[in-house]
Structure formats: structure tokens, C-alpha cells
């Protein structure tokens, strides 16, 4: 099946970002991934869809190395991100969320003002050289966010104070100012209303230009709007790994479909 | 395809009802191809008017079919083979709408043969016609409701068969009319007629592409075989 939006970037999508070889994940003795391998590409949102405790979370967390802050996880297999093995020991787990950018279910800006919620990340990482640096590194990355308009007159006043929509893509607009390669998105939209809803999809299409998007959602029809490709998990394996259209049309396995067709599979 | 029954009950009975609308649709259809030729061949003008006022109950049935089509993609966002079955479900009840059309003006222009001479043979010919597409319509939709790809392929092949009756009815007529220029109205009348049902066997021909649409999720790609000749025919015979 030919995707149109997919084919419109196709010259220069054809890269792929991350690479992950027979990954296996354990919570003690829960095996909750199994022999993944998947290839994903750059400047592509992908999507991974399942049901609750199929290991979608898991799998993402992976990819920035979040699961090293639960003892009980051991992740074996090779993960690569640009050829490079991110759980070499060489590399610093800091230095790659910088690069691997994570937006949660629930917004979570820092309990200060909007414009240092998004300085925070560049300063720590010395990103920026001056004051200057650092304003248009803040006006770039809320732009980004599609939402420097409804906060260029109140960058001072707390984070905390926006809305849930307004929140989330602060959140988003925070992780793109590290200027990321990936971002992953564990549930974006799940606060959300409708409307902020719509916001964020718009703004995550935006952000395929520059990024490499994953996004863990429990909204099928989300995967749809958003993706262009979608991985279905299930019980720790992945099923099906394929065009998001092909998937919602016509899913080879039949696990698949009774999932996306809402049967009990 | 997933047969599963959904885990919202009422999912499973509005594809169950909109399914119903097509075989009963299906069903009028049938009827009313059967009794065009059978009216036809019988000169029998009142059964064409029932089959002319049959036609508007396909007519609403089509619009309701496309109404529940549209409001169960609104409320029920379907997906893989649920989409298939509501696309499939809107394409076919326009082909069963077009073959009911044909129907229609098959008992309409019975109104007109029932007052010029009769050709010999003509009625019993296409009633034999007509029942060969009734029984690819019938199979086209026996296919569907059970999901049966290889008939819907069957449903396909046969339309060959109904292609060389036509090709062979065209030359009839063409050559009563070189007989008798007094055979030329109702030869012109039979042969829109015959042509016609030709476009009935490729509507059903189109439902069994849906069929397998359905099924396997593609559309099958080779071309059919197709015999319909008479757009390259000259009987190379002139008046005398």
C-alpha cells in the first residue's frame, strides 16, 4: 500500500534512526520483552499500539534508557541509535536522553517559569553561549511546540500555571530544546481534551520534519492520524511492525486485527 | 478475515444488519431480472409495470444501505476487515442498484416489443441471458455472505459466458435487420436490451471483485477475461 505521506518524504527517509536486535527485557522473572527486532526509520512518527501490559511502554523506555532506574529490570540484546549501541558502556545514560527526548502521559513542567522550564535542559548541557543564545534556543523551541503565541507575553510566569494542553506542549516544546535526534512520547495525549488533543497531533506531524517520533498510545485512531508506521505488541512480542495504513486495512496477523477491530483476540 | 465476534456487541449487529439490507436487496434484484424476462418473453405488459414499480423499493433500499454505511464509519470508526466490510457493503449496493436500473428499463422497453411483430427467438434467448446473470448476481452474493473468494473467482470466469451470448445476440439482431428493414425497431429495442444485461453480468462480475476485495484485502489484479467482441464486429454485409 502506498502511503501518500509517506511517499512525499521518501528521499529523505529512507535513513534508519534506531535499530533494535532480539531485545529482551525481564522485571525480576517477568519476561515482559520478547525477541524484538525492529528498524526504525528517521523523520517518520511511529507508532506503538497494544493493549495494557503488552510491553509498548516498556519497549520505549528502552530506547532512552529510562528502565535503568528499576532495579529489578535487565534489558539484554543491542539497541542502536545511528549505528551507535546506546547500553555500551561507554555512553553516558545524561547525555542520552539529551539526544533521545521523552514527553509523559501526565504533563510534568517544572514547578518554575516557562521560560526556564525550557533553558533548563540547554543550560545543563552548555547548549548556549550567551543570554541571546539562550532566548532565541527558548523562542525556537516553543515555537516548535506550537505554542510560543499564547505564551511570548508571560515567559516569566510559572509553567503551572497553563493549561493541560498548553502544559503537555511545553513539555514537548522542553524536550525538543536539547535539540534531540528521537522523541518519545509514552501517552501524550491521554490528559488531554480533544481539542489540545488535535494540538498535539498537529504539532507531532510538525515535528517529523526534524525528529524521529515514537509514540506509545492506547487511541488506535491516534496511531492512525499520527503514524506512518505502527508496531502492535502483544504479551511481550511484536506481532506486526508495518505501514500504518496497511495495518488498519488490511493486518497480516490475525492478532492484529481482532486488536484494532476491537474483538477479543 | 477475523470472525470473531466484537467486544461491543452492538458493532457486530450493525454490520449484521447492513449486510441483511444487501442480501435483501440481492434478493429484489433477482426477482426482478427473472420477471423482466419472463414478461418479456411473454409479451406480458402488466408484469413489466410491476417490475417498473418494484424498482423504487431497490432505489430506497440503496439509499438506506448507504445511510447505515455512513453512520456506522461516523460512530464505529471501523478498521481492517470491519472497513472492508462497510466499503464493500456501499460498492456493491451501487452495483445492484445499476442492475435493478437495467431491469427497470428492460420492462420498459417490453411495453414497446409487445406492439411491433415479434422476433423469432429473441425473448427466449435473452430470458436464457438474463437467467445466467441472475445466477452469477445470486453466486456473487452467496460468495459475499459466506466470505468464499474462489466462487467470487468462479462468479468471475462466467461472465465470459454471458459476453459471447451477447456477442452472439448482436449478430442476430444485426442480421434481421439486414433481412427486414421492417425488424430494425424492435431489433434496436432487443439489442439495448441484450446489452444491458451484458452490463448486469459485469456488475455482478464487479460485486465478486468486491468479494475477493473483502477477503483477501486486494483487489485481484490480472485482468478478467472479457469476451464482449461486438465494439470490433462488422458482419461486412450490406443492404441489398
Known amino acids: ?265 | 478475515m477475523n470472525n470473531d465476534k466484537h467486544i461491543a456487541t452492538a458493532f457486530d449487529r450493525d454490520l449484521e444488519a447492513i449486510q441483511a439490507l444487501i442480501m435483501k436487496m440481492g434478493g429484489m434484484v433477482e426477482a426482478n431480472i427473472t420477471a423482466a424476462a419472463q414478461a418479456l418473453e411473454d409479451r406480458d405488459v402488466e408484469t413489466a409495470a410491476k417490475v417498473r414499480a418494484a424498482d423504487k423499493a431497490i432505489d430506497a433500499l440503496e439509499e438506506q444501505i448507504n445511510e447505515e454505511a455512513a453512520r456506522v464509519i461516523a460512530l464505529r470508526s471501523p478498521a481492517a476487515g470491519d472497513l472492508r466490510t462497510v466499503l464493500t457493503v456501499m460498492k456493491i449496493s451501487g452495483n445492484l442498484e445499476r442492475c435493478g436500473d437495467y431491469a427497470k428499463n428492460l420492462a420498459k422497453r417490453t411495453g414497446v416489443l409487445a406492439e411491433l411483430a415479434p422476433i423469432d427467438g429473441a425473448g427466449a434467448s435473452i430470458r436464457r441471458m438474463a437467467r445466467a446473470v441472475e445466477e452469477m448476481l445470486k453466486l456473487a452474493l452467496d460468495a459475499y455472505i459466506q466470505r468464499d473468494a474462489d466462487l467470487a473467482e468462479q462468479v468471475r470466469q462466467r461472465d465470459l459466458d454471458v459476453d459471447q451470448m451477447y456477442n452472439a445476440l448482436f449478430r442476430e439482431f444485426l442480421t434481421y435487420m439486414m433481412e427486414d428493414p421492417r425488424n430494425i425497431s424492435a431489433c434496436m429495442h432487443l439489442h439495448f436490451i441484450a446489452k444491458n444485461i451484458e452490463r448486469m453480468g459485469d456488475h455482478a462480475t464487479s460485486i465478486a471483485e468486491q468479494v475477493i476485495y473483502l477477503v483477501t484485502g486486494e483487489l485481484p489484479d490480472e485482468s478478467r477475461p472479457k469476451g464482449d467482441m461486438t465494439s470490433h464486429t462488422d458482419l461486412g454485409l450490406e443492404p441489398s
Open chain 1, 1 to 265: 500500500m502506498n502511503d501518500m505521506r509517506i511517499v512525499k518524504r521518501d528521499v529523505e527517509m529512507n535513513d534508519i534512526k534506531i535499530s533494535a536486535k532480539d531485545v529482551q527485557v525481564y522485571y525480576g522473572d517477568t519476561h515482559a520483552i520478547k525477541d524484538v527486532n525492529v528498524e526504525i526509520k528517521d523523520k517518520t512518527v511511529t507508532a506503538f499500539i497494544g493493549p495494557s501490559g503488552c510491553g509498548k511502554s516498556t519497549f520505549l523506555r528502552c530506547l532512552n534508557r529510562m528502565n535503568d532506574t528499576i532495579d529489578i529490570c535487565r534489558v539484554s540484546g543491542e539497541i542502536k541509535i545511528e549505528g551507535e549501541d546506546i547500553y555500551d558502556k561507554r555512553v553516558d545514560p545524561v547525555q542520552l536522553r539529551a539526544k533521545v527526548g521523552m514527553v509523559f502521559q501526565k504533563p510534568n513542567p517544572f514547578p518554575k517559569s516557562i521560560y526556564d522550564n525550557i533553558a533548563y535542559g540547554p543550560r545543563i548541557h552548555g547548549l548556549a553561549r550567551s543570554k541571546a543564545d539562550l532566548d532565541d534556543i527558548v523562542e525556537k523551541s516553543l515555537r516548535r511546540g506550537a505554542i510560543w503565541d499564547e505564551v511570548k507575553d508571560r515567559l516569566h510566569a510559572p509553567g503551572t500555571g497553563l493549561s493541560g494542553g498548553q502544559q503537555q506542549r511545553l513539555c514537548i516544546a522542553r524536550a525538543v530544546a536539547t535539540e534531540p535526534e528521537v522523541l518519545l512520547m509514552d501517552e501524550p495525549c491521554s490528559a488531554l481534551d480533544p481539542i489540545a488533543t488535535a494540538q498535539v497531533e498537529e504539532l507531532i506531524d510538525e515535528l517529523r520534519e526534524n525528529f524521529s517520533v515514537v509514540i506509545v498510545t492506547h487511541s488506535m485512531q491516534q496511531a492512525a492520524r499520527v503514524s506512518q508506521k505502527t508496531a502492535f505488541f502483544h504479551l511481550g512480542n511484536l506481532v506486526e511492525y508495518g505501514e500504518t495504513a496497511q495495518i488498519f486495512t488490511n493486518p497480516e496477523d490475525p492478532r492484529t486485527e481482532s486488536y484494532i477491530t476491537g474483538r477479543i483476540g
